[in-house]
């Protein structure tokens, strides 16, 4: 039908006018009939229309463009759809100042597989610049791919995760975990976005604390440790926005870390005064606290702009008279089920092992 409709049109004596204008007509929302081609997923349609008019790739080139659509598909082949907008000129531009980078970080984020290929398909000087461009937020790919950076299901994080909340979480062991994926690409292919905020003053690194992605810190400071020194617009390092957050898998990773920058932000400020201690005992987070008290290098003595210390901040949160013994009574019972919680693993391992060693 799609081939009919253009061959009548074609066959007006206009010099293709009433074609091109036919085919590049958009709807209510700015699409063309190339981006309903694409969400249909009819990879013929898409490759008879660019063969037509390659000017449909860059249809619209503020808005939500085709090549943009095509890859935020998952029922297209990746590899066909940038070979065939290799041929012509394309937008790259997304809705609300995104660009191809950004939906293609969402596409995988455990490899960054999707993320990888337009890189390389993308020309060095075109790469950069979207790397490092920012949509109506402020954001860059770098700040999506902070906030969604995981490791992929394996015998490693499977260990990390039994180890980890039922004996001490093995942060010696981080570091050697792969660490591939859309955050170290975006990097690798401009490691100035490390240091670009978005609207509210928040660097990639901080994005990755408050989602707790702990792989996409562990990858900025592995790369560029000087970024745990960045402040948001209200004066928080990584850590206070982790102890606000109460991850605490970030909080324990610094303050275990041995890299100077890292050490060097545990006593730092906010804008109210307040270092990480203070947020995490206003907070109540004693995972958060635990860690930062184990190290001596945290300053308790440290006053916020009211004057008071996180001992100070510490004495007003203790509960009121008969309220005190209920909050002891239900932390008994909390380690009480870790306990059990530990034995049955423990005894669970240990029959596996007797089974496996009889049969």
């Known amino acids: 039908m799609v081939s009919c409709l253009i061959e009548m049109a074609a066959g007006e004596n206009d010099g293709g006018a009433v074609r091109h204008e036919l085919l590049r007509k958009r709807n209510k929302v700015g699409g063309t009939a190339l981006h309903s081609a694409i969400r249909s997923g009819n990879f013929q349609l898409i490759e008879m229309l660019i063969w037509e008019d390659p000017e449909l790739a860059c249809i619209p080139y503020d808005g939500t463009s085709p090549l943009y659509l095509a890859i935020s598909s998952s029922e297209l082949c990746l590899h066909c759809v940038l070979q065939l907008f290799q041929s012509c000129g394309f937008s790259p531009s997304g809705p609300d100042g995104q660009n191809v980078l950004h939906i293609a970080v969402f596409r995988d984020v455990v490899c960054g597989k999707v993320l990888q290929d337009v890189l390389e398909w993308l020309a060095a000087p075109t790469r950069q610049k979207l790397v490092e461009q920012a949509d109506k937020d402020g954001n860059s790919p770098l700040h999506f791919a902070a906030s969604k950076d995981i490791w992929g299901k394996s015998l490693s994080t499977l260990f990390l995760e039994i180890v980890g909340w039922h004996i001490v979480y093995p942060f010696c062991i981080l570091r050697r975990m792969s660490m591939e994926g859309p955050t170290k690409l975006l990097i690798e292919a401009s490691n100035s976005s490390l240091f670009k905020p978005d609207n509210e003053g928040s660097y990639p690194i901080h994005v990755a604390a408050a989602s707790g992605r702990i792989k996409a810190v562990v990858v900025m400071l592995e790369s560029f440790p000087s970024c745990a020194t960045l402040r948001d617009g ?114 669970i391992c240990i029959y596996i092992c007797v089974y496996m060693y009889i049969y």
């Open 234 to 347: 209200r004066g928080r390092t990584l850590l206070h926005v982790a102890a606000e957050k109460d991850m605490w898998v970030i909080v324990g990773y610094a303050s275990q870390s041995g890299c100077p920058e890292v050490r060097s932000v545990l006593n730092m400020q906010d804008n109210n005064g307040n270092t990480v201690l203070h947020l995490a005992v206003e907070g109540g987070n004693q995972w958060v606290f635990s860690y930062l008290f184990r190290n001596r290098g945290v300053g308790l003595d440290l006053s916020n702009k009211d004057g008071l210390t996180a001992i100070d901040l510490a004495r007003r949160k203790i509960p009121a008279e008969g309220r005190f013994y209920h909050t002891l009574v239900k932390k008994f019972i909390y380690l009480l089920y870790i306990y059990i919680d530990v034995y049955i693993c423990v005894y």
